[in-house]
């Protein structure tokens, strides 16, 4: 019985209903095997989107490639676990809920830490699952049920487990040093929280009054509100303009505060005046050279970058309200010596676009270069493979070039760090909070206030998500990762560190050995590693080619992409799309035109329903289609397409090459199936063979719809339950055999045969449309070909004669290339005989209006290339254009002069 599939293809419901089954039948879920598995193990870190977020297309592109990778996994029969969670995201959320108590007039600091912490959660518990609920409705084949959030009590637990180990081993340590703070946020953050762009500033020259003699030295800066904090000014050994001073001292201008001239390598001969100001509390270069000179630290800043007591009469202003007034006082006073237009890059806070300060401030920090040599040898020595290979070397030279890394953050929402304080100076690191004080007794103690930066703990996850500190089967079965696809953008605030606490933490452990043989990895000598492989995607932009901001304008938001195309219909074209190591261009005709190929499918589906029971005896999803028959050329032509396409795309798969595999799979269905196998069996469906043409084509469609799964997960299983009628041997298609392409079923002579065929149907297709012949009007066509030829189409004659709209088929025995009407291949020449009569003197007048209209757009074409000034300023797309429109009508114009000698007109 033939299935009711609906007259239109509605992606919202049928996207919306198997979204649900797949969630409520726990399809996804993997309950931890038991001892003796043996199955290959595919794992996979979803990189945990910040608990504030939305889906945005950079998330969209990466959820895609992620899924059609795991389903394809999945379907190949390894035990497959896709790990979902979420970030808690410490200064996002903290500015959002502190947003959100700003419209209540409330503000953090009156309500205090314990409750504001109890208010995230409480705003957590409310908005926090937005985005994993998009992923739900996007059918995410995710585990659900390992679901985590990084502030879960295990996940803390093992980040204190992680600090107190770091601290143990030295490479955790507390200092006073110079980090980039944001005034907004009041927190340090690290380098590469910090985007520079370079503006247009000033370069200030100012004297500074050599105490006990008639001289000045001068100074220049950008930041002029920072000298009331210098503690020196500094000279190089070398320059000889300044050895006279060695050794004296300046009038620091404004403060009246004597301070001496060092000589330092700080000082730069070649630039400038040769002295630099020597201001240790508010620059990173002046830090490092106040410790080598042993200098005081002056800092004149809050922590709202507001000038505080040590700025003397400063004090109070904002730091650019300071720089204003410390410019005009050195103007008053004669002592600002110039001013000139000067390219700063200036540094911004990431997450709210606030200019940060280089600030003197206590922190935590990481000692990261002994952490870097295992996280640079893993991927020197291929344990860790990098595609595409220019992220590589990337990575390599910013780890060989590594910093220590600030962890802490003056912030509230977080992993508080485990350390306490003791009135006596003791410092207590713990896993739990200690009752009294190590070295003295005394008790209460006081936990430090700050939390650890974010990445610290999400540079954990491919362990601790797995259990750790315990050793866990599933430690032992799903680490390491087999494989991390993330953007480019995050390579070192979170790969690197992952690789660095995977390499560090994990040392000894050991993947189950047989899981380990039968994944591929038998050759791999560290276990230790987070992932095997990594994948790094490309940025998303406009169909401009422009990076979407919301200050551009040109955000897309996936959501509403897919409420117009459907789901399918997006992934498919961010897979189309998806060529390593390019950026897409993200256009929504592709879009367009991919919700139009489910249509083609749906179509096709309604067909194959109308010509054939639901499911054929025999019937089963496996990976060789034993239910298909190949007993015509285009039974044996189609099966050895879909043989070779099907490893096409399995190759293109294991090589990350998402384009390759979707325009293979789009290829396939729309053109191979579609457009000629269907057609070419519509009269076979009708005749004697119906049966044997229903059971090949049912066959045949069920395991392209396999094929197609894991880039339209929602079309296909739709389709895929109808075919089965309900009766179908697994509870989905994501479940079933991936197809193999097997090289036993690749017939090299049919595809050969049949796209000659092909060849020979357009020809006559062209000829048709060049002449202007009804589709309806059925014709005669002469062929001239070699004798295994003419006997190819002969035992195929039929299939030219319904596919061309040809009634008569003959050979003829000489070249017919030279007549008109007539088309020449290196396999055979066809000639239309075009016997409608037509009156000669109507066909004339329209070959010379059609020709006088070439002609009229040639000359218009022609005069906007000859204009220089066009060429210089049209889009050079529109030049290329134009060019190319005209190459095409001189074709036409020869033609249709051609035509006018042939009917002698």
Not at 219 to 225: F, L, N, Q
Not at 499 to 527: T, V, W, Y
Not at 648 to 658: G, S, T, W
Request: glycine share 6%; net charge negative; aromatic share 10%.
């Amino acid at each position: 019985m033939p299935h009711d599939l609906s007259k239109a293809y509605e992606p919202g419901e049928i996207e919306k209903r198997w979204a649900e089954y797949w969630i409520r039948e726990k399809l996804f879920s993997v309950p931890t095997p038991p001892p003796g598995e043996t199955r290959p193990v595919f794992t996979l870190l979803l990189p945990p989107p910040n608990v504030t977020g939305r889906l945005h297309m950079g998330h969209m592109l990466n959820q895609t490639q992620m899924d059609i990778i795991v389903r394809w996994h999945r379907m190949r029969g390894f035990l497959t676990l896709w790990l979902p969670g979420t970030d808690h995201a410490g200064i996002a959320t903290q500015m959002m809920v502190e947003r959100q108590l700003a419209k209540e007039g409330k503000k953090r600091r009156d309500m205090g830490r314990e409750k504001f912490v109890e208010r995230v959660w409480e705003w957590k518990r409310e908005y926090g699952g937005a985005i994993l609920d998009q992923m739900k409705r996007l059918g995410a084949s995710v585990d659900w049920d390992r679901e985590y959030f990084t502030m879960d009590e295990n996940l803390s637990r093992a980040v204190r487990e992680v600090f107190v180990r770091l601290y143990e081993e030295g490479l955790i340590y507390r200092g006073k040093y110079i980090v980039n703070w944001c005034p907004r946020c009041a927190t340090a953050i690290s380098d590469l929280e910090v985007k520079h762009e370079d503006v247009q500033g000033k370069l200030y020259e100012v004297r500074y009054p050599v105490v006990g003699m008639d001289e000045f030295i001068t100074v220049a800066t950008t930041r002029p509100e920072t000298m009331l904090g210098d503690v020196a000014v500094a000279v190089n050994q070398k320059d000889e303009r300044y050895r006279h001073l060695h050794g004296k001292k300046v009038l620091l201008p404004l403060m009246q505060r004597e301070i001496p001239i060092v000589v330092d390598e700080l000082a730069n001969p070649e630039f400038g005046t040769g002295a630099v100001k020597v201001t240790p509390a508010h620059d990173p270069n002046d830090f490092l050279a106040g410790m080598r000179q042993n200098l005081p630290q002056i800092d004149v800043m809050d922590e709202h970058a507001s000038m505080n007591q040590n700025a003397g009469p400063y004090a109070g202003l904002d730091r650019f309200e300071a720089r204003k007034r410390v410019l005009d006082d050195l103007r008053a006073q004669n002592l600002l010596a110039g001013e000139k237009d000067y390219t700063i890059s200036l540094g911004k806070c990431d997450r709210c676009g606030t200019i940060a300060e280089p600030r003197l401030s206590m922190q935590w920090f990481i000692s990261i270069k002994p952490l870097a040599e295992r996280a640079i040898e893993v991927v020197e020595n291929g344990e860790i493979t990098i595609v595409p290979d220019n992220y590589r070397q990337i990575y390599l030279n910013w780890m060989r070039n590594i910093h220590d890394w600030c962890i802490s953050r003056q912030l509230w929402w977080g992993h508080q760090i485990p350390a306490w304080y003791c009135e006596c100076g003791e410092i207590m690191v713990a896993r739990e909070a200690p009752e009294k004080c190590t070295k003295c007794g005394k008790s209460p103690l006081r936990q430090e206030l700050d939390v650890l930066d974010t990445w610290f703990s999400s540079g954990l996850l491919p362990f601790t998500s797995l259990g750790w500190p315990e050793k866990t089967r599933d430690e032992e079965v799903f680490y390491p990762n087999a494989l991390m696809i993330t953007g480019f953008d995050i390579i070192f605030f979170w790969l690197a560190r992952m690789i660095m606490f995977g390499c560090h933490f994990m040392q000894g452990h050991g993947q189950d050995a047989a899981i380990r043989q039968a994944s591929g990895f038998g050759q791999r000598k560290d276990d230790s590693v987070p992932f095997r492989n990594v994948y790094i995607h490309a940025l998303v932009r406009d169909a401009d080619r422009q990076k979407m901001s919301k200050t551009k304008g040109n955000v897309i938001d996936p959501m509403d992409i897919i409420e117009r195309f459907g789901t399918d219909a997006t992934r498919f074209t961010l897979a189309a799309m998806a060529a390593p190591g390019t950026d897409i261009a993200f256009n929504e005709s592709r879009t367009e035109g991919y919700r139009a190929f489910a249509n083609k499918i749906w179509n096709a589906a309604r067909f194959m329903f109308m010509n054939a029971d639901r499911i054929q005896t025999g019937l089963r999803p496996d990976a060789e289609i034993a239910a298909f028959k190949a007993v015509t050329l285009e039974d044996r032509w189609i099966l050895s397409r879909f043989n070779r396409v099907t490893k096409d795309i399995n190759e293109a798969f294991q090589d990350f090459r998402f384009h390759e595999a979707a325009n293979r799979i789009y290829d396939f269905f729309w053109g191979d199936f579609c457009d000629w196998y269907i057609e070419l069996i519509k009269s076979r469906l009708a005749g004697e063979e119906a049966q044997l043409a229903c059971a090949n084509l049912v066959a045949l469609f069920e395991a392209s719809l396999r094929l197609l799964h894991p880039v339209m997960p929602f079309i296909s299983e739709e389709i895929w339950q109808a075919v089965y009628d309900g009766r179908a041997p697994l509870k989905s298609i994501a479940l079933a055999e991936y197809p193999q392409g097997h090289e036993s079923q690749i017939d090299l002579a049919a595809e050969t045969d049949m796209a000659i065929l092909q060849d020979l149907i357009v020809s006559v297709r062209n000829l048709r449309a060049e002449l202007k012949i009804e589709q309806k009007q059925r014709i005669a066509v002469e062929i001239y070909a070699d004798a295994a030829i003419r006997k190819l189409m002969e035992e195929n004659r039929g299939a030219v004669e319904k596919l061309a709209s040809v009634d008569t088929l003959r050979f003829a025995p000489e070249p017919l290339a030279k007549l008109p009407g007539s088309r020449s291949t290196a396999r055979f020449d066809v000639h239309v005989v075009y016997e409608q009569k037509v009156d000669l003197a109507v066909e004339c007048e329209r070959l010379k209006k059609d020709l006088e209209k070439i002609e009229k757009e040639m000359s218009g074409a022609r005069q906007q290339l000859g204009n220089e000034s066009f060429v210089a300023k049209a889009p050079a797309e529109v030049v290329e254009g134009r060019r190319k429109r005209l190459a095409e009508l001189e074709v036409l114009q020869q033609k249709a002069k051609n035509k006018l000698v042939e009917l002698k007109c």
